[in-house]
């Protein structure tokens, strides 16, 4: 491209990622300083403000504002330059929490081909408004550059500039009402390449054509900012409200589900080191915000449109999971380093019991001990995890929200006594039917292990729909007719094979903390493990999962048919919720048989519903009563041996009361994927004086009052300046909440999502009040007083 760019003094070029920059600066630094020089010039110009174009769909919300941050910064720091658009051309779809974190970005523009990929229904618009799910409103355009072979309305951002190209751009074009300017890209960028000296002789040729569109370089950012100018204020700029839902590519919810899983645990890992790095500053512990950008930046790698959604090469998942140990080795230091600083300051005995709660709510979630404390809490359940080592189980213990919980032996005695009042209780009833029994349900298994009864006795209702069973797991088929590792085909449902063999079924656990059946099954070369589980103190029915996959181009889905009547059901994005129809009436709700969500999914009828959580998995389907989970795609193309191997990860059936709002589903998911963190009490410093450890104490960092608001991201300020709290309203509706630290507020700040101020916020002694508005994201930046 520098070689072009000396030769044609017209000719400019895009280049997107600043992640690809960032490796040309360390490993050729003379090239580098060339390109530098051309960006000075204008001529080489950086697009899109992400650190690599992401996976919209699986990304975590916190996830793509940190693709925003360090791409930003990247690209100033470097360059002086401060994009002002999303550039995702070939994204696999687009989140419709996306026009709000661009909005607190500063970023007015979002650009793609790819929604023109659709297999049903083509996008009525190339030109619009688009509106997420608190009504923030972004530019789109999608470029509409006809494909390669000129046989389909496919968008293609390979730009061979022929002259055919030049008039189909325009005929594919549906906003000419509005708009008579076109942005084309030159040379290939569907697996990288640029342009070649052939094109830009085109360009140079068609410049001068008569009777021809007119044709000229320039820089992308010009043109946005003229289109925004052009057609934001025109009443005939159409708008879509919600998700840009591709219809094509839906396997890549599901297929190499260990870097999906990777994934999701990175996210979550680093949430958590940051809030305990920020906590640990009110000791003395300095920001290590440096060091864990860059185990940031290694994430977000992994979050390219090609890896994290499953469709890469074989050689690019052995990266992937060094890059993500290495991630985790920068964070675990970190916050190893953090949580002595934090135990330091707790007063506790080496044989008390501290458990960490990193949710901004009080929790009573069963606990595993520590193998060191296990025979001081003889209460504690005996059980098994999946290498068969003894672990113990414990329950009925209040951990305060974003703090630590100390329980010492003896204080435990009484607990037990009077806050767990009743056991779960596990069954044989004859040769076919088994049976987990608890105050919440009568759980009855038949000899296939498939739940054939799931009673619910706080209601008096049956939770499965009249003679079907739950929890069936349904082999399907699997070979779409294009691209094995990105899609499914609606047809896969011609060719369901139940798995119902089983060669082993026993009582595994019989509480009184857990109840558990475990279930193994073979298929075909396969091993599925599941071990169901109730607990004494939660309504959470929990699926623990173990698969040795060795099969190719099969899916594998999880049924449950429910008592329920809707035509919609929930299900989790970034920082919020969007309903999808359960039914197939129109060719755009046929075109939705497989779709995302993060932690969970609910289907819910008047008074009553049910919702199904997971630890790491996004394909889902729900048709009528139907609900799917999407367990493993084993594709062969591109890579022959996709999921092939260990898989271990838990999904859970949470019937509930009232709507998922009512029942707290937000953080009830967010618990299966944030397990409280058990530990033995630390040798004290000193000066640090060990009470009399007679019963319990809790310490709480930072809590929020309102069920419908989520804390998120609790970190040290990228510039050192103060903490940043970021939280968003879950559940569709507008409050008043208040944040409540462990020590006073000295100053606060409303921030964007880049951490630059918007206003000074009042607070009072140790709490800051706030107004949410329906799914809104709030950012702040806190200064507290150092702790005492």
Request: glycine letters at 6%; one cysteine or more.
């Amino acid at each position: 491209m520098l070689g072009l760019m000396e030769r044609y003094p017209d000719y400019h070029y895009s280049q997107s990622q600043p992640q690809v920059l960032q490796w040309l600066k360390e490993d050729v630094p003379e090239l580098y300083a060339r390109v530098k020089q051309r960006v000075a010039e204008g001529r080489f110009e950086p697009v899109g403000a992400m650190w690599v174009e992401a996976d919209c769909n699986l990304t975590s919300g916190e996830s793509l504002i940190r693709q925003i941050i360090h791409g930003t910064r990247f690209w100033q720091q470097e360059f002086g330059v401060t994009p002002r658009h999303i550039w995702l051309p070939d994204v696999f779809g687009y989140s419709a929490a996306l026009p709000q974190i661009m909005q607190g970005c500063n970023i007015p523009v979002f650009m793609t081909t790819k929604i023109s990929w659709n297999q049903f229904n083509r996008m009525p618009c190339d030109t619009f408004r688009w509106r997420g799910i608190d009504g923030s409103e972004v530019l789109t355009h999608f470029i509409t550059a006809p494909d390669l072979y000129l046989t389909t309305t496919f968008y293609s951002y390979n730009g061979p500039l022929r002259p055919s190209d030049m008039t189909g751009i325009w005929k594919n074009y549906r906003q000419q009402d509005i708009n008579d300017h076109l942005l084309y890209l030159c040379g290939w960028g569907d697996g990288g390449g640029g342009a070649t000296e052939e094109q830009v002789e085109r360009m140079q040729i068609m410049a001068d054509l008569p009777d021809f569109p007119q044709v000229r370089a320039g820089r992308a950012e010009d043109y946005f900012t003229d289109l925004y100018q052009r057609v934001w204020e025109n009443p005939r700029l159409p708008t879509w409200v919600g998700e840009l839902y591709l219809e094509y590519h839906r396997g890549t919810y599901t297929s190499q589900a260990r870097v999906k899983q990777a994934n999701r645990r990175a996210e979550l890992f680093y949430r958590e080191v940051e809030l305990l790095n920020a906590w640990a500053g009110l000791y003395g512990m300095s920001s290590r915000q440096e060091q864990l950008n860059q185990g940031w930046q290694l994430i977000l790698l992994n979050q390219f449109h090609d890896v994290l959604p499953g469709s890469s090469i074989r050689e690019v998942y052995d990266d992937a999971e060094r890059v993500y140990a290495e991630a985790y080795t920068i964070g675990k230091r970190i916050y190893d380093e953090a949580l002595a600083v934090v135990l330091q300051q707790i007063p506790a005995g080496e044989q008390d019991l501290l458990l960490l709660n990193t949710l901004m709510w009080e929790r009573t979630d069963p606990i595993q001990l520590p193998t060191a404390l296990a025979s001081s809490f003889p209460h504690a359940q005996q059980a098994t995890d999946w290498e068969g080592n003894a672990v113990s189980l414990l329950d009925g213990v209040r951990i305060p929200p974003c703090g630590v919980q100390v329980v010492s032996p003896t204080g435990n005695a009484a607990i037990s006594k009077t806050q767990i009042p009743s056991t779960c209780r596990a069954a044989y009833t004859d040769d076919k039917t088994t049976v987990l029994q608890n105050d919440y349900y009568n759980l009855q298994l038949d000899a296939k292990g498939e739940i054939t009864r799931l009673y619910d006795m706080r209601t008096e209702r049956d939770v499965l729909a009249p003679g079907q069973a739950g929890n069936q797991l349904i082999a399907y088929e699997d070979r779409p007719l294009n691209f094995d590792a990105w899609d499914i085909d609606l047809f896969y449902e011609e060719k369901p094979y139940p798995v119902q063999a089983v060669t082993s079924l026993r009582i595994l656990e019989e509480g009184p903390v857990r109840a558990t059946v475990e279930i193994v099954r073979p298929y075909m070369s396969s091993r599925i493990t599941q071990r169901i589980s109730l607990w004494r103190n939660s309504p959470r029915i929990d699926i623990a999962t173990e698969i040795d996959w060795h099969e190719h181009q099969t899916l594998l889905k999880a049924a449950f048919p429910l008592a329920i009547n809707s035509t919609r059901a929930t299900y989790e994005i970034q920082f919020g919720n969007v309903e999808r129809p359960t039914h197939r009436n129109t060719s755009w709700d046929l075109a939705r048989f497989e779709t995302c969500a993060h932690r969970w999914i609910d289907l819910s009828e008047g008074g009553y519903g049910i919702s199904l959580l997971n630890d790491s998995k996004y394909g889902h389907d729900v048709h009528d009563n139907v609900v799917r989970l999407t367990l493993l795609k084993s594709g062969v193309f591109p890579d022959t041996h996709a999921d092939e191997g260990l898989h271990r990860f838990t999904y859970s059936l949470l019937p509930h009361v009232g709507d998922w709002r009512e029942a707290q589903i937000v953080q009830r998911a967010y618990e299966l994927n944030v397990p409280v963190v058990c530990m033995a009490g630390q040798k004290k410093a000193p000066s640090i004086p060990i009470e009399s450890a007679t019963g319990i104490a809790s310490f709480s960092f930072i809590q929020v009052d309102c069920a419908h608001v989520i804390v998120e991201t609790v970190k040290p300020a990228e510039d050192g300046d103060g903490l940043i709290v970021r939280l968003y309203e879950a559940h569709n509706q507008r409050g008043r909440s208040t944040l409540t630290f462990v020590t006073s507020i000295l100053s606060a700040q409303e921030c964007n999502l880049l951490e630059e101020p918007i206003s000074d916020v009042s607070c009072q002694g140790n709490t800051l009040s706030f107004q949410v508005r329906p799914f809104e994201i709030k950012t702040f930046r806190v200064h507290l007083a150092p702790e005492r």
